[in-house]
C-alpha cells in the first residue's frame, strides 16, 4: 500500500506540474499575441500620422487624364489676343478694345521742338511694348506729328524723329524691328485746330496705330 500511494503521488505531482507549463505556455504565448497586436497598431497608428504631416493633398487629375500645359510667350493663338471666355469662364476683352487696358492710352506727348520722350509716358510705352513682344506677329505703326511752327519740311523731319524715340523704347522691350513702321504727317493732321498752346500741345505727339486700325485712316 505504501509503495502504491507513493506512485500515485508522484503522478499527481507530475499531472500538476503539468498543467502548470501548461498554462505558462498558453498564457505566455496570448500575451505575446496581444503584445504584437498592439505593436502592429502603434506603428500603423505612427505611419499615418506622419504621412499625414508630410505630405500635401494628392494633386487633383486634369480633365480627361491629359495634363494641360500653357503655351509659351509668343506661341499663343491668335485667339488669345481677341475678345473671348478665359480659363475661369469669364468674358475677356481684347485689351486693345479694353478702355480700362493701359494700351487704351495711344497717344505720346512732346514738348516744344523736342523728339525726347517725357517721363509721364514711359508706362504706356513699356505696356505697349510688353503686348507686341508677346505677340510678334502683331504689327503697329507710329505717326509722328507736330505743331503748326516750323517749316513743313522741318516738321515732317521733327515727327519722324518723335516716332523714331518711340519705336526705340519699344524695342528695348523686346518689339521686333519688322513689327514696327514709322510715318511721319509734322504738321498735316492736327489733333486740335486751334492756334494756342493748347492746341499746340496736343498736335505735338506720337500716335500708336496697331495693324487692325490701319483701314480706319
Keep these: 500500500m505504501g509503495i502504491l500511494s507513493f506512485v500515485a503521488g508522484a ?5 500538476g506540474t503539468f498543467l502548470l507549463v501548461f498554462k505558462y505556455k498558453y498564457y505566455r504565448e496570448t500575451f505575446m499575441a496581444i503584445h504584437n497586436l498592439f505593436a502592429i497598431a502603434l506603428v500603423t497608428t505612427l505611419t499615418l500620422a506622419s504621412c499625414a504631416t508630410s505630405e500635401g493633398p494628392l494633386p487633383l487629375p486634369s ?12 506661341t499663343q493663338g491668335e485667339q488669345d489676343k481677341t475678345s473671348g471666355l478665359n480659363n475661369q ?11 480700362n487696358s493701359p494700351l487704351a492710352k495711344r497717344m505720346i506727348y512732346f514738348d516744344y521742338d523736342s523728339d525726347q520722350v517725357k ?8 505696356a505697349h511694348g510688353k503686348y507686341l513682344a508677346r505677340y510678334p506677329t502683331q504689327r ?7 505743331d503748326e511752327r516750323g517749316t513743313r519740311e522741318y516738321n ?10 518711340v519705336s526705340r523704347l519699344l524695342q528695348l522691350q ?15 493732321l492736327p489733333a486740335a485746330s486751334g492756334h494756342d498752346e ?14 487692325e486700325l490701319y483701314g480706319e485712316r
Design 63 to 74: 480633365s480627361g487624364g491629359v495634363e494641360q500645359t500653357v503655351p509659351p510667350a509668343g
Design 140 to 146: 503697329v505703326r507710329l505717326e509722328g506729328h507736330a
Design 119 to 126: 517721363a509721364d509716358s514711359l508706362a504706356t510705352i513699356s
Design 89 to 99: 469662364g469669364r468674358f475677356r476683352l481684347n485689351p486693345l478694345q479694353d478702355p
Design 156 to 165: 515732317l523731319a521733327l515727327g519722324e524723329r518723335r516716332a523714331g524715340s
Design 11 to 15: 503522478s499527481c505531482i507530475r499531472y
Design 198 to 211: 493748347r492746341s499746340w500741345a496736343l498736335n505735338r505727339r506720337v500716335e500708336i496705330v496697331y495693324g
Design 174 to 188: 523686346g518689339v521686333l524691328d519688322d513689327q514696327i513702321e514709322i510715318i511721319s504727317y509734322g504738321e498735316e
